[in-house]
T-cell receptor, first 115, second 111 residues
Framework: KAGVTQTPRYLIKTRGQQVTLSCSPI?????VSWYQQTPGQGLQFLFE???????NKGNFPGRFSGRQFSNSRSEMNVSTLELGDSALYLC??????????????FGQGTRLTVV | GQQLNQSPQSMFIQEGEDVSMNCTSS?????WLWYKQDPGEGPVLLIA?????ELTSNGRLTAQFGITRKDSFLNISASIPSDVGIYFC???????????FGKGTKLSVKP
C-alpha cells in the first residue's frame, strides 16, 4: 500500500507570493490533516478534512486555507507569504471516521522557504 | 491550552544502552501515539496506545499508557546507531482527533 505522498518536496517562494501544496493520502483514508513544523513552535495543527469538509481548524490566520477533493486528495494554500511561513508542512492521513480517532500516518513533508 | 510535556529534551547515549523518555499532560488522553522523525522527513508512527495501563512493544521499543491517562513512556532497549532521531509523543484533542505533539526528545547514539 502506498504511503502518504506530498508534492513538491521543496519550494522557495518570495514574500507576498502564494503557494499551493498537495497531499495524496493512503488509499482508503478519508481524513487528511495538515501540520506546520518549525524549530521554535514544533508541530502545530493547521486543519483537518474529512469527506471534502473541513472538520477542524487550528490557530492560524486566514491566509492558510485548504480543501479536499472527492478522491480524498488535499491541497493547502498559503497566500501573501511571510518570512515566518518558512517551515516543513506535513500532511497526515488516517482512517478516522466520525468522532473516532485512529493512528495518523505522515508524508515526507514539503519544505517551504520564503525569501 | 492543552500541551504535552516531553522529557528529556535530548539524550546522548552509548550504543547498546537502554533509553527511556516520557510524556505528561495536565489533561486526560484516550490515545497516545509515539513517532520518530529523521532529519528532513515526516514523523513515522512507532506505537499507538489506546487503553490506560496498556503496554505495547514493537521490536526493541516498548511504550506504556499511564494509569492516570495523563502520561506515557517509551523505552528503547539495546540502542543502535539507527535509533538516532527525534521522538515525539502525540495525543488527539477534541472529538475529531487533531493531534497535539510534545516538543520531542532528540536521541544521539555514540557507536
Amino acid at each position: 500500500k502506498a504511503g502518504v505522498t506530498q508534492t513538491p518536496r521543496y519550494l522557495i517562494k518570495t514574500r507576498g507570493q502564494q503557494v499551493t501544496l498537495s497531499c495524496s493520502p493512503i488509499s482508503g483514508h478519508r481524513s487528511v490533516s495538515w501540520y506546520q513544523q518549525t524549530p521554535g513552535q514544533g508541530l502545530q495543527f493547521l486543519f483537518e478534512y474529512f469527506s471534502e469538509t473541513q472538520r477542524n481548524k487550528g490557530n492560524f490566520p486566514g491566509r492558510f486555507s485548504g480543501r479536499q477533493f472527492s478522491n480524498s486528495r488535499s491541497e493547502m494554500n498559503v497566500s501573501t507569504l511571510e518570512l515566518g511561513d518558512s517551515a516543513l508542512y506535513l500532511c497526515a492521513s488516517s482512517s478516522a471516521g466520525q468522532g473516532v480517532h485512529t493512528e495518523a500516518f505522515f508524508g515526507q513533508g514539503t519544505r517551504l522557504t520564503v525569501v | 491550552g492543552q500541551q504535552l510535556n516531553q522529557s528529556p529534551q535530548s539524550m546522548f547515549i552509548q550504543e547498546g544502552e537502554d533509553v527511556s523518555m516520557n510524556c505528561t499532560s495536565s489533561s486526560i488522553f484516550n490515545t497516545w501515539l509515539w513517532y520518530k522523525q529523521d532529519p528532513g522527513e515526516g514523523p513515522v508512527l512507532l506505537i499507538a496506545l489506546y487503553k490506560a495501563g496498556e503496554l505495547t512493544s514493537n521490536g526493541r521499543l516498548t511504550a506504556q499508557f499511564g494509569i492516570t491517562r495523563k502520561d506515557s513512556f517509551l523505552n528503547i532497549s539495546a540502542s543502535i546507531p539507527s535509533d538516532v532521531g527525534i521522538y515525539f509523543c502525540a495525543g488527539p484533542i477534541g472529538s475529531q482527533g487533531n493531534l497535539i505533539f510534545g516538543k520531542g526528545t532528540k536521541l544521539s547514539v555514540k557507536p
